[in-house]
């Protein structure tokens, strides 16, 4: 837990709001979305006009995959160019957003099952910047990115998320990023530039996962090894998985669930994305 001795010295933090934040988790797909002018692309600027303006955004990410549990905690948070063999227009990227201290400090505070190391290094990477970029271009509101601790189970990361909800009466947008279904080994690469191709097991896991979801049935997708050898091929490691229980974590009991950019891609992954409340 973080040092309440340090929060204390933050007296303005954000505060309540009439209106519940609603939670995203976004398929981010390819690093190429975050220049694009897609279908996936739009729909996320299309999202940021159908929600509240955030306060903040926070962003679980699956490429910040980390030892312990960590919160951007720098006023402005580097671009992370985390991949390779792109164009040089990706690399040359900057979102030059501010980051909020005070928030990471009370984010921090609020999670009482890790002790929440403030990280000063990391920055975002592309799980995030190339989807924030697209919804607030302006790069005016504060955006910050908790990392998974890869060696806890998924109960875990469900239940520290919990820890997170007071945020959304905060006005903080949580968002999850990775993909329910993602297989990079089994990519059909002739096929990345046509949406909607995806195997069988591709398109049934990626369809159980909605059900499941819809149903409010969460133990199964927390349990997921249990779902079967669709299961198995759809999340052959689990860090792009794991953002999708943080998002479920922090739904409340009223809140409706839709989906969006409900498609797969090259075979092996899937775009689909869910909205909470």
Not at 41 to 58: G, Y
Not at 175 to 180: A, K, L, V, Y
């Amino acid at each position: 837990m973080a040092n309440l001795s340090t929060f204390n010295k933050f007296t303005d933090g954000l505060k309540e709001q009439e209106q519940l934040m609603p939670v995203l988790f976004i398929g981010h797909g390819s690093p190429m979305n975050g220049i694009e002018d897609n279908e996936f692309s739009q729909r996320w600027t299309q999202m940021a006009k159908e929600i509240p303006t955030p306060a903040a955004v926070l962003v679980i990410s699956a490429h910040w995959f980390s030892k312990g549990t960590h919160i951007t905690a720098m006023d402005f948070p580097k671009t992370i160019h985390d991949f390779g063999g792109f164009p040089q227009a990706l690399f040359d990227v900057q979102y030059p957003v501010p980051g909020n201290p005070a928030l990471a400090i009370e984010t921090a505070s609020l999670i009482h099952s890790a002790n929440v190391t403030l990280d000063h290094d990391w920055g975002l990477d592309h799980g995030t910047w190339t989807i924030v970029r697209h919804m607030y271009p302006e790069a005016k509101i504060p955006v910050l990115q908790l990392s998974i601790d890869y060696t806890k189970a998924p109960q875990y990361h469900f239940d520290l998320a919990k820890e997170l909800y007071t945020l959304r009466k905060k006005g903080v947008l949580i968002i999850g990023s990775g993909n329910m279904v993602h297989n990079l080994g089994m990519v059909l690469w002739d096929k990345i530039n046509e949406p909607g191709f995806g195997y069988d097991w591709a398109l049934k896991m990626n369809q159980t996962f909605k059900q499941l979801i819809t149903n409010g049935d969460y133990k199964p997708l927390i349990n997921y090894e249990s779902l079967g050898t669709e299961s198995k091929l759809a999340i052959p490691t689990p860090e792009h998985y794991l953002p999708l229980l943080y998002s479920l974590g922090v739904k409340g009991s009223n809140d409706i669930i839709s989906f969006f950019n409900d498609k797969a891609m090259a075979g092996s992954l899937t775009m689909t994305s869910v909205k909470i409340g």
